[in-house]
């Protein structure tokens, strides 16, 4: 098996329970995870093994939650980039990261004595952007075709099996050449939570904190349509900002109800346009 099946949450302290709403995303990438999970099934049918999963959706959506859940529950060591660290001024930086990334999953397996390594490649588009599109194009097509070269090299039979996670909010703007099969041949959408899933989101961000008898979470989900679950958890903690200046000893309605307000105005000023 990749790793043994197991909702432990010792490597990265998430699990699936941490992640509000996105039902159909968890369910996509459990089905995928048990996938390979089950190597010798999987071999035994003759099925080509999975080695890299792509997430897309807006920001603050859980993307990186769910990889993480995705390493608790494979029972795989954890390791992280972003596409732009890949990026320098120097020519072959980023392939020589890509090298690196892979090599220290190996050895933190390893020395963990685990059989399996997430890699979770945050902004992949800043790599895999449409080749040929950036201005300095070489570095960055350079990068890119070792990250495409280290994943063609995955074998099941490794002693450390590693699944590549990457996740964007501009899947338009990735080149095709990611998707191929034996790639990033699974896509799971990660939207914007819903009503249900905002209340969801909500009541893991609100477990430890007090709430006054009259707060209702179920109201509050209704009045963030748009919110995403950073800005859900942004909204939870303001509120309880807002208690502790005004010496409350649990968190009200209208500590939530300015909080929304901050979280939007706050959004607002995000997206005015850079002079
Ligand atoms: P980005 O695209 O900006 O990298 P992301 O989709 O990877 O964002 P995360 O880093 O997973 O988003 O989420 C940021 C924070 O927002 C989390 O640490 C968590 O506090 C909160 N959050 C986001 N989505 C959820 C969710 N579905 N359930 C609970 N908390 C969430």
Request: aromatic share 6%; proline share 4%; hydrophobic share 40%.
């Amino acid at each position: 098996t990749l790793g043994g099946q197991n909702l432990s949450r010792s490597e990265s302290g998430i699990g699936f329970d941490d992640i509000g709403g996105q039902e159909v995303a968890k369910r996509e990438l459990l089905e995928a995870l048990d996938f390979v999970c089950d190597v010798n099934r999987t071999k035994a049918l003759g099925i080509r093994p999975l080695k890299g999963i792509l997430l897309t959706g807006p920001p603050g959506t859980g993307k990186t939650l769910l990889a993480k859940a995705a390493s608790s529950y494979t029972d795989s060591v954890f390791v992280a980039a972003s596409g732009s660290e890949f990026i320098e001024m120097y020519a072959g930086v980023g392939a020589q990261r890509v090298r690196q990334l892979f090599t220290k999953a190996r050895q933190l397996a390893a020395r963990a004595g685990k059989q399996s390594a997430i890699i979770f490649v945050d902004e992949i588009e800043v790599i895999a952007g449409q080749r040929g599109s950036h201005s300095s194009h070489l570095e960055y097509d350079q990068t890119l075709n070792q990250l495409l070269v280290e994943m063609d090299g995955l074998k099941p039979n490794e002693a450390v099996k590693i699944l590549v996670i990457a996740a964007t909010n501009r899947a338009d703007l990735l080149d095709p050449a990611i998707l191929r099969p034996g790639r990033f041949d699974r896509q799971v959408k990660v939207d914007l939570p819903d009503r249900e899933g905002r209340l969801h989101i909500l009541k893991i961000h609100a477990k430890d904190k007090p709430l006054a008898d009259e707060v209702s979470l179920e109201e509050i989900a209704k009045d963030t349509f748009g919110f995403s679950g950073a800005h859900l958890e942004s909204l939870v903690n303001e509120a309880a900002i807002l208690a502790f200046r005004k010496e409350r000893t649990a968190i009200g309605m209208e500590e939530f109800r300015e909080s929304i307000d901050k979280v939007m105005m706050g959004e607002k000023l995000e997206r005015r346009p850079q002079p």
